[in-house]
């Protein structure tokens, strides 16, 4: 079977996440809080809605400013994380996270003019 890293998966917001129950997604926001116990944190999307991330091991760095998680949403719509990645905002060029979700409602919404997912065979 494929990792989850191998297969292709959509970039979503907030609002897609019922949607992609049980599938693997990639999603980006900004940390809003981190569980004490390091192992799950909150970020906030361009919307300014709230995704719950947990992971399989506690953070061994500080985790701030804007994440891109790959992983699998559960049941319950909290994205169980295989990996993450901090965006870097230097050089006084912050990520536009409302610009993003918008372009994503854009690839969403248009999806014939946008053809980014690839079926898989088998």
Do not use: W
Request: aromatic fraction near 6%; glycine fraction near 10%.
């Amino acid at each position: 079977m494929a990792g989850i890293l191998d297969v292709p998966k959509p970039r979503i917001t907030c609002d897609m996440l019922s949607l992609h129950i049980g599938r693997p997604v990639c999603f980006v926001g900004r940390v809003e809080k981190v569980h004490p116990t390091g192992k799950t944190f909150t970020a906030s999307d361009g919307d300014g809605k709230i995704a719950t991330v947990e992971l399989n091991e506690p953070l061994d760095e500080e985790l701030s400013g804007v994440v891109e998680v790959v992983g699998m949403v559960s049941n319950k719509g909290v994205i169980m994380a295989g990996t993450y990645n901090m965006l870097r905002e230097d050089k006084g060029i912050p990520f536009d996270l409302e610009l993003y979700a918008e372009a994503l409602r854009v690839l969403h919404d248009f999806p014939q003019h946008y053809p980014f997912e690839v079926a898989a065979s088998g």
